[in-house]
Nanobody, 124 residues
Framework: QVQLVESGGGLVQAGGSLRLSCAAS????????MGWFRQAPGKEREFVAR????????YYADSVRGRFTISRDNAKNTVYLQMNSLKPDDTAVYYC?????????????????WGQGTQVTVSS
């Protein structure tokens, strides 16, 4: 099993920044890819960004590319999501996810473990 704990959410004004963290524990060696997803009120959960533990290959949703940056610290088993130029449309619960397959990208079912989520609210 892998446990994921997100932190760093909060309330920020439009144009501001937040950094989310996701600390992984347990059988982290079984995972290859870490991802961030988000779910806004009344909407389905959607992909935001992903990164591989080895090599740090990244991929972003079009809606956040150029504003968000995903990174990882292998020594700390932690993944980060730096969010800049935030917009009210970015308001959502943000979830960290871990996949045991190397080709996990944007589909929820490709990820095996999930955190409890952290709320991000962007005011206009």
């Amino acid at each position: 099993q892998v446990q994921l704990v997100e932190s760093g959410g909060g309330l920020v004004q439009a144009g501001g920044s937040l950094r989310l963290s996701c600390a992984a524990s347990g059988r982290t060696f079984s995972t290859y890819v870490m991802g961030w997803f988000r779910q806004a009120p009344g909407k389905e959960r959607e992909f935001v960004a992903r990164i591989t533990w080895s090599g740090g290959t990244t991929y972003y949703a079009d809606s956040v590319r150029g504003r968000f940056t995903i990174s990882r610290d292998n020594a700390k088993n932690t993944v980060y999501l730096q969010m800049n130029s935030l917009k009210p449309d970015d308001t959502a619960v943000y979830y960290c996810a871990a996949a045991t397959r190397i080709n996990a990208y944007v589909v929820e079912k490709e990820y095996d473990y999930w955190g409890q989520g952290t709320q991000v609210t962007v005011s206009s």
